[in-house]
């Protein structure tokens, strides 16, 4: 896998993306010297924004032409950063995206109540907007994001975590934002129903395959690629699909596992262990079922866009971005 530049697919809604950018900052602003710091740290640690270049994408697409697009740009983006905030301290990180986590930084307690924070602050954006539906997709992705934290963590250190539970755990940590972000485009731009339902489909389906690449990277990429230790999920206690294929092929496997998890997650994975681990995945094939259903999934977010009209050139751009995520390398 290579590391990829959205910039080409961003690039018709630059001008947007900088005006998300500045509604974060006027969101976050803070009269609090101990909440801006805080504000400014994860800032300046900002990722792709993929979601709320995926909420202007869908708005240009389906002809919304207000600035909604953006404020929900931006409310999509606080709740995936709050997301993220609060996983770092259940999983106890120390690392994103290379820097240090709030939570190493100031400790749980203050980092969750900023959590908290961010959620609330998305919330009132999202209520100013005076949009019935988008409050309920709000309410929907939020409410769903949270149960599955729950199912996360209740199966956490867990050799029985099943299928089920991890296609669970996927779908409403991480699709069902996706998919939030995209339907949102047609909301606002007052589509049909099955343009809406599409344009959602096409969403959920971008965020399966996001996650499922995710989880091949934490055994494929190297710690420099992914910003923290490869390895980092099974280490925190969560068994992804390639390792629940691993498992399933060579039951062997369970004792490598027990190993690393009984040495606690601060504990680097020995050397051996991890030279084991590759080589069984590599002999059984484990990542091969996981990489095929990424693609799956993102031939099945290009085939929702079928019947949605919209403007030719950014068709393309989503046509193209479920694609090329299946090459990222971080």
Known sequence: MKRISLARYFAPIQSRLSAVEEELKRTLQSDVPLVQKLADHIREGQGKRLRPALVLLSSRFCGHDSDLDVRFGAVFELVHTATLIHDDVIDHAELRRSKPTLNALWGNTLTVLFGDLLYLHSMSSAIQARSWRMMEIFAEV??????????????????????????????????????????????????????????????????????????????????????????????????????????????????IVERIWAAGESAPISLADEAELRSLIQKHDALSETRALAQAASRAAVEALAGVQGDAGIRKLLVEIPEVLLERSK
């Open 142 to 255: 939020t409410t769903r994001m949270i149960e599955g934290e729950l199912i996360q963590n209740h199966v956490l250190f867990r050799m029985d975590t099943s299928r089920q539970d991890y296609f669970d755990i996927q779908e409403r940590k991480t699709a069902l934002l996706f998919s939030g972000c995209t339907e949102s485009g047609a909301v606002l731009a007052q589509r049909s129903q099955a343009d809406c339902e599409a344009m959602r489909h096409y969403g959920l389906e971008v965020g399966r395959a996001f996650q499922l690449v995710d989880d091949l990277l934490d055994y494929t990429a190297t710690s420099e690629q992914l910003g923290k230790p490869a390895f980092s999920d099974l280490r925190e206690g969560k068994l992804t699909l390639p390792m629940l294929t691993l498992l399933e092929r060579v039951p062997e496997a369970r004792a």
